[in-house]
């Protein structure tokens, strides 16, 4: 592996750069049309060229020579093509399918193993989808080590907290635990919160970790897209980031209107403790105390808190 790929390159597509297409053309590297996105990623086409993202990335001999705006995400196309005539040049055989063209290899040396993106996920290699892209056969794959005392021979269970399914207290391909909390996790669950949550708010569900479980995860071959999370790119919450400037008061005294503030002074505007939504002028919203009207009601009454005291 000879390139270090920007894994923001992995989620942003500019003018400069070849778009993602959904035509009925074949990846040049694995050869299928229609592949699963959450394995093969992307699809770009470029001058007659068409490529999925991650058989792009981790391709054994490709280097990423180019800058981001370059080729595609930083790969030239002529880079690309002698690659491709690399595959053929040394007919190289997937090991699943066992048909030619074949350019996803395991990264430990002493090995031989080679395929195609698809069915190498299928054969259980390992992707890590960070620095230089690296993948590893079944013999090769990176494991977690048993936390705390030796094993017994009946593994125990506990339930995926992300399902809430039972889920075995044993390191495996399908099993991981948080380094932090030694929570265990189904492997699909833990994906699906990955691409779900985005880098920006992946963490273990559990203890709240994020920098050791991050990292920990993305060893083990967990994708986190370089995003946020999707609750937040669709706007299902930006009403919360919207705040009022508005007096809500049931009647402004202020002669200017409810939308007038002043920096100082009685017709200044004022925010609520609690929620910190606008809540009016100092002058109009005397009756409503520090608190919004909603907040008014959740705000124990000074009565209620003093007989909980006694």
Known sequence: YLRAINASEMSRSSSGQARPERGDGRCAFCRQREADPAVVGKTY??????VHQFCLYFSSGLAQAGGEHEGINGFLLPDIRSEL???GKFNMRCVECKAVG??????????????????????????????????FCCKHRPTQPFPGPTPSPAPQQAN????LNPVECCPSAK??????????FHYSCLQTQARTTGRYHFRCAVCGNR??????????????????????????????????????AAQCLCSEGRNYSCGLGKFRMRKCVSCGQCLGHVEC??????????????????????????
């Open 211 to 248: 920098d050791e479980f991050m990292d920990e995860m993305l060893r083990m071959g967990i994708e986190v897209p370089e995003r946020d999370a999707e609750w937040e790119l669709m706007g299902h919450f930006s009403g919360v980031y919207s705040v009022a400037t508005s007096c809500h």
């Open 160 to 163: 995926c907290c992300v399902c």
């Open 285 to 310: 919203t005397r009756d409503l105390g520090s608190h919004c009207v909603d907040c008014s009601i959740l705000e124990p009454s000074p009565a209620g808190t003093a007989a909980s005291a006694t």
């Open 175 to 184: 099993e991981l635990y948080c380094p932090s909390c030694c929570t265990f």
């Open 45 to 50: 086409s470029r001058d007659g060229l068409t």
């Open 102 to 135: 074949a350019y996803v290899g395991c990264s430990v040396g002493i090995c031989r193993r080679v395929g195609h993106l698809p069915c190498m996920h299928r054969a259980g290699f390992l992707f890590q989808h960070f620095g230089c892209f690296k993948a």
């Open 85 to 87: 005539r690399r595959g």
